[in-house]
């Protein structure tokens, strides 16, 4: 196989093993096989065309011109002339296939389904990078710059699956850019031949004369490079900060310490994905559980708490976390007066549903589930430590249905100085408007509870709100402002804004997030789809503890104590699960194809899921994370520039005045000759060691073009050379450095512009690293060898000494 094959095929698979991250995004994952064969037949025309051979810019368009071809085949078939060729209506049909592409990226969680807009989006993505890297790494020799469309594919990748592509898809595609590295190092060296001035070999023979020419130790070294590289790449993520995603729609990154006691939980925003998942074509079931209690309507499964408003966004607060405990303590400010009733339910979280946060009701007094969890006491929330996630998670939760009174909350002392300063907290650049609104439409009530009641009934029923998940997301006081204005939104707009209001009036307020109970089903379970994600604020009240309340339209059910009519808080003792219900439900998605109860009160019943959400954003990124990430980003951009960062410090050495003994100046005239040498073979000038200096510089002056001042400084230092190694009293050279930049100057003038950037970027005579360090490498083996023998020989000397003496 040739040289120009053996690349085509790396670049190829290095392509689509970079491909392979997303394959986890969308479901089912057949389009990859699309994209191979539509990427192969784009490399092949490549093949063909280098064979020829037509000039480089012809062969790139004939690439893109067949992948357009094939694309147009294969997607807009029907608006195309022949079935292939691409005229005004098949573009026509790749921009609407784009646009409705791109409109169901922003609507799907993933794995997003494999529509022929996400297809085309994906396929012709492939298509365009592998042009790409086929033609830096086999059209222009170029395989190091390579590597940067195959990061932007994987990046892309890793941004969209929100934490899901593990190391496994990197090291993936580290892999395919790795052996496109090493096609190309192996077809260069192999083309370098005899090479003068190199650095002595291992084996003792000068640079270029071992047989056969295969520069086998350099090729072992850059292997090993590679290698140790990219376990760098791995090692080093593992100890900077992991980028969090949405708690609702993937492994959620909240950070508990490892394995021993304490450490904090870091904060997390669990919005990202909560859009997203209201507007899933398919009702996907996360969890089922069984439970004690026939009425489930205040069941709510409670993920996380938000408590943190700083004007952006609401996130959790950096908290302690600890290991869990065998009954959790009793809920803050839960009072002895107030009814209560403990319930037994027993969860099955499915296995495609995959997070940080374990889904409980509120208050939970005790948790039994294997794994490695956490307990933060503050959000009574448990949290996955090292990599542990909900995953097919199988636990049992004893909760609290606590029943208070109307009379109880509206008689509820202060809360704690401490607790109220916490939690009304609002910022700076809160626009007058929230307060001002919160005062007017609690003017008639008499106490805390009054003003939340009827900023409840506000919001869900008499201020003329509309539920509509298609309302741009967003939490920060922009979005509060313009969510009062518009009266338009879903669950996350009704949440924070009445907390938001809530705080205002000295009321103390957080938001949970989690989902609503679920659909009973005939069996005995509930089934909680991802379409019951929610969220919904929790208001404090001294002697009760923090209280739900309801202000989304048409989402959940309204809590009893918010009602005219509530029911008297007689305090009972725990009930027991009923003894025909069974501790291990089933995970069993339901069967039931109709429209259940649950679609019936958010009103979804007889209509088709409307498209457009556009997914929140986390505002809360700490400085050293972004710094962190900055780096790494600058750290990988700068790689390919190494090469140029290394000839242009070696050059500086060469040429560098320093010391005023023969000893010094002699250096200084062999350093400026190789300086010489190694520009020339930066130009594509080969250097040949057989030559005599008079010879060498002959090569150099008529293979480059030279003419005038750049050829007579060749010679110049050439006879300078000859002076220091064979007279017998050198005559001292002139202005060196001058000489060698006459010299650079004259062939960087008479080069093409590709060969000048070639020289500039990746300039050949950096092989000169891979031979130092084989050098060494080979050193160090010798030594550690010879010292190896000799310990060994002291040991068989010793050993046989001790033999003698005990015979």
Known sequence: MSGRARLTLCAYAATLMAAGALIPLVHPSSWILTAGFLLAVQSGVGVLTRRVPLARPLTITAQALVGLLTLTSVFVREQAVLGFLPGPQAFLGFATLFEAGAADVSRYASPAPATDGIRLMLVGGVLVIGLLVDTLAVTFRLAAPAGLPLLALYSVAAGLSD??????????????????????GRDRLSQWGRVFGGVPRPSGRPAGLETGGTATAPTRTGRRIGVAAMGLALAVPAALPALSGGVLGGPGEGNGSGGGRGGTISAVNPLVSLQDNLNQPEDREVLSYRTNTTDTADMYLRLVSLDQFDGTSWKSSVRKVQDVPGRLPNPQGLGDAVGRTEVTSNFVASSSYEQKWLPMPYPATRVEIGGRWRYEPAGRMLVGDDKQTTRGAQYTVSSLKVRPTAEQLADAPPAPGALRREYTKVPEGLPPVVASTARQVTKKADNAYEQAVALQDWFARDGGFRYDTDVA?????????????????????????????????????RVAVGFTPGTPQPDGRVTVGIRD??????????????????????????????RPE????ESSGPSQPDASETSAPSAAPSSSDGCTPQLRRQGECGTEEEAGAVASSDDGMPPLQISLIALGVVVVLGLPFLPLLWRSRVRAGRLASTGRTPEDAAAR????????????????????????LRRAAARIVRLGHLQGDPADAVHRVARAVEQVLYA??????????????????????????????????????????????????AALTARVSARREELMSRWSATGRKLLRQRG
Do not use: N
Not at 566 to 569: A, E, H, K, L, N
């Open 163 to 184: 934490g899901g592509a593990t190391w496994a898809w990197f090291l993936l595609a580290a892999t395919g850019y790795l052996l496109l590295l090493l096609a190309e």
């Open 473 to 509: 997301s967003g939490t920060g006081v922009q979005a509060i402002t313009r969510f009062l204005k518009q009266k338009e939104g879903f669950c996350v707009h009704f949440s924070f804004s009445m907390a938001a209001m809530a705080r205002t009036l000295g009321i103390p307020a």
């Open 533 to 562: 994600a929610h969220a919904w604020p929790e208001l404090y009240f001294e002697g009760v503890g923090w209280t739900r309340f309801e202000p989304t339209p048409t989402r959940g059910t309204t809590p009893s104590y918010t």
């Open 566 to 569: 509530t029911p008297s808080g």
């Open 669 to 692: 005239t062999l350093a400026a000759w190789q300086e010489i040498v190694d520009t020339a073979w930066d130009f594509g000038i080969t250097p040949d060691e057989s030559l005599t």
């Open 728 to 777: 017998p009293d050198p005559r001292p050279a002139g202005a060196l450095a001058d000489e060698v930049e006459r010299v650079r100057a004259g062939l960087d003038a008479l080069a093409t512009r590709s060969g000048r950037l070639r020289a500039l970027l990746a300039p050949r005579s950096a092989v000169r690293v891979i031979w130092a360090a084989a050098s060494r490498w």
